[in-house]
Nanobody, 121 residues
């Protein structure tokens, strides 16, 4: 089970940190996806425990940071320099996607309920 929190309203250029509390077991990969109004869900970032590999979609590289506290079973997404186009519902997810599909939502079995991030211009 995953529980996401930390969304809110922020001005462009601001920062937020999303948190996802995980329970019920450990998966091979944890990720963040987002869905903007009228658009399909898209990959944001993921961390693959094997090798501690981290992946980002190009539009957030250098601005977002995914991290995990394994002792507290928490997943984070630090977001800096936010832009209006980052406005979306953000979902955390867990699963065992194959390496080539770490950015595909189909590889994730468990999803959080989503938290809304709104960036005003």
């Amino acid at each position: 089970q995953l529980q996401a929190s930390g969304g809110g309203l922020v001005q462009a250029g601001g920062s937020l940190r999303l948190t996802c509390a995980a329970s019920g077991g450990t998966f091979g990969s944890y990720g963040w996806f987002r869905q903007a109004p009228g658009k399909a869900r898209e990959f944001v970032a993921a961390i693959r425990l094997s090798g501690n590999r981290i992946y980002y979609t190009d539009s957030v590289k250098g601005r977002f940071t995914i991290s995990r506290d394994k002792f507290k079973s928490l997943l984070y997404l630090g977001m800096n320099s936010l832009k209006p186009e980052d406005t979306a519902v953000y979902y955390c997810a867990a699963g065992n996607p194959i390496l080539s599909s770490v950015g595909a939502s189909e590889g994730y079995r468990v999803w959080g309920q989503g938290t809304l991030v709104t960036v005003s211009s």
